[in-house]
């Protein structure tokens, strides 16, 4: 099964192509430019070096978040896009707590929820130890190791950014879930900024 996956949920814009449970070409990149800019060379970069197309492809996948507002939804359009027109399914693969066992997919933690740090954490199964990554590790790590102590194992550089990769081992797995391209919807835990700030605004004008 050859599988196409690309991730603009967070700093890291990313694709990877993998075949029969086997990884061909990643590409990740952090580099000040926007997702806009990079994510679709490097599609275009993976499947030159693999002389593919999407049409090619069995099965595509997408990180669908949660995450950057603007970042998630052009990862998810670009594979729904390269999905749609190729005829083929999409697979959507999310970020939260998991707990694993026996290198079968992960156990979901905890539900999907955008909490703040200290009571994310107060949920997280007591006396196990925890393995931390993501673009806000450096910036939360001392308040973790402060809250959760030994328990916290913290990943190093090179294993601390989401990866295209991992989407698609994640997507061979759940093959079984795929759906139709438009289908797939990006998962959004708050309303967009914009949004807030305008319910702020009408909340405010409607006090006076």
Do not use: W
């Not at 156990?107 to 806000?136: I, W």
Request: with cysteine; glycine share 8%.
């Amino acid at each position: 099964m050859r599988i196409l996956a690309v991730d603009t949920s967070g700093p890291y814009a990313g694709a990877a192509l993998m075949e029969d449970g086997v990884v061909t070409h990643e590409i990740a990149a952090c580099h000040g430019l926007t997702h806009s800019q990079t994510s679709l060379p490097m599609i275009d970069q993976a499947l030159a070096a693999a002389n593919l197309t999407p049409a090619d492809m069995d099965l595509f996948a997408a990180v669908t978040g949660p995450g950057s507002f603007t970042g998630v939804r052009i990862g998810v359009c670009e594979a729904k896009g390269l999905a749609h027109a190729a005829g083929k399914t999409i697979v959507g693969v999310d970020c939260a707590a998991f707990r694993f066992e026996g290198g079968d997919l992960p156990e979901r933690v905890l539900p999907d929820d955008a909490l703040p740090l200290s009571e994310f954490l107060s949920r997280l199964p007591k006396e196990e130890k925890c393995l931390f990554l993501g673009d806000g590790l450096k910036v939360h790590l001392p308040a973790i190791r402060q809250a959760l102590g030994d328990r916290v194992l913290a990943a190093p550089a090179n294993m601390a950014y989401l990866r295209a990769t991992s989407a698609c081992v994640i997507a061979e797995k759940r093959a079984d879930e795929a759906v139709e391209p438009m289908a797939l919807e990006p998962t959004y835990l708050r309303a967009p900024q914009a949004e807030r700030e305008r319910n702020a605004r009408l909340a405010q004008s409607g006090g006076e």
